[in-house]
């Protein structure tokens, strides 16, 4: 599959709005990759890459000339794709005809055309335990229940995420400002009750960790911080893994989960989620919608009596497989190539 991006829309100084695509090929001395290949003529594209995100093109003013750079110059029938960056990410003009990957969103206000984007982490197991393949866990009959997190009770905290957000909901929805509305409430209360109600099910190994701040207040040298091992010790040394959205409507949690060869506990808070086409999430995760979710004890209750030690493990090796194969950055794209 050959990509094209045209340079009248790309910016090299905002690395983190480039379409994670075109930063990755940039970097192979062959431009190739798994039959991904950047090309520099668009006849020879077989899809054209908007290369930055639309929160930059929004932010630049520059809506008006992607729009008509696009009605112009690329007008062949070839598929357009594109990206929104980050936890609430933005509007997309609705004229615009192509394909928007996305992390964050609700699900049912979206169209069709949007469709979900892996978290692409860096694989876990080989970073921080030196193995390629899943550390096997000895099963119990009591599930054991992974969290170490922000999470919050209520109190000022949660009265002034719920206010941020429905004050910036109101900013958008006047027309003032291109972020998506979002569900107003506050994220760090919504895990807490969560957690607080898995805590009181004597059936259930509670495995948590709560911080009373993101990444327990570290700012330098994060991936070597003691507690980000103490993050992946916790997955590893649990059966299940409570994956929640924060501040945007996704889980990066999910995703280290699933590479740690874990199951994940889902919350579907109207998530996008990737190759929903592809993959049967509910094969791989214990799936509990948000209206259900006083019950979550009693999903993973119900999740765990199906499984044996050979099982669960099996499960475990399917996850971690899962994240290989799909949802790291190229083989999630070859895994769409033949969707344009």
Same mark, same amino acid.
């Given at each position: ?134 550390? @096997?866990?000895?099963?119990?009959? !009591?599930?054991? #229940?992974? %969290?170490? $997190? +922000?999470? =919050?009770?209520?109190?000022? &905290?949660?009265?002034?995420? @719920?206010?941020?957000?429905?004050? !910036?909901?109101? #900013?958008? %929805?006047? $027309? +003032?400002? =291109?972020?998506?509305?979002? &569900? ?157």
């Amino acid at each position: 599959m050959k990509f094209f991006f045209p340079q009248a829309l790309y910016n090299n100084s905002s690395r983190w709005q480039i379409f994670p695509l075109i930063k990755t090929l940039k970097k192979e001395s062959n431009n190739v990759f798994n039959s991904l290949e950047l090309v520099k003529d668009k006849s020879e594209a077989d899809v054209i890459i908007l290369p930055m995100s639309w929160n930059y093109y929004y932010r630049n003013n520059l809506i008006q000339d992607v729009l008509k750079l696009i009605y112009k110059e690329f007008t062949s029938g070839k598929p357009i794709i594109s990206f929104v960056f980050g936890d609430i990410g933005c509007k997309v003009p609705k004229d615009f005809k192509g394909i928007v990957y996305r992390s964050s969103g609700r699900k049912s206000k979206l169209p069709n055309t949007h469709k979900g984007f892996p978290i692409f982490v860096e694989d876990p197991l080989q970073k921080y335990y030196s193995e390629k393949n899943i550390i @096997i866990k000895p099963f119990s009959q !009591k599930p054991s #229940v992974g %969290f170490c $997190g +922000l999470a =919050h009770g209520f109190g000022i &905290q949660t009265i002034k995420e @719920i206010l941020k957000t429905a004050i !910036k909901n109101l #900013v958008s %929805f006047l $027309g +003032l400002s =291109h972020r998506d509305l979002d &569900q107003v409430m506050s994220t760090t209360y919504f895990r807490w009750k969560i957690l607080n109600n898995l805590k009181k099910s004597d059936k259930i190994i509670s495995n948590f960790i709560i911080r009373d701040s993101y990444r327990a207040g570290v700012k330098s040298d994060k991936d070597t911080h003691i507690t980000t091992l103490q993050f992946y010790d916790n997955i590893k040394d649990s059966d299940y893994v409570v994956c929640m959205r924060g501040a945007g409507n996704f889980s990066t949690r999910f995703y280290e989960t699933l590479a740690m060869g874990r199951i994940p506990v889902f919350i579907n808070t109207d998530c996008l989620l990737p190759l929903e086409d592809k993959i049967n999430w509910k094969h791989h995760v214990v799936w509990v919608e948000y209206n259900e979710r006083h019950l979550i004890a009693e999903k993973i209750l119900e999740f765990h009596k199906t499984l044996t030690e050979t099982s669960i493990n099996d499960l475990f090796l399917r996850n971690r497989k899962l994240w290989e194969d799909y949802l790291q950055l190229y083989p999630f794209f070859n895994a769409t190539i033949y969707d344009y």
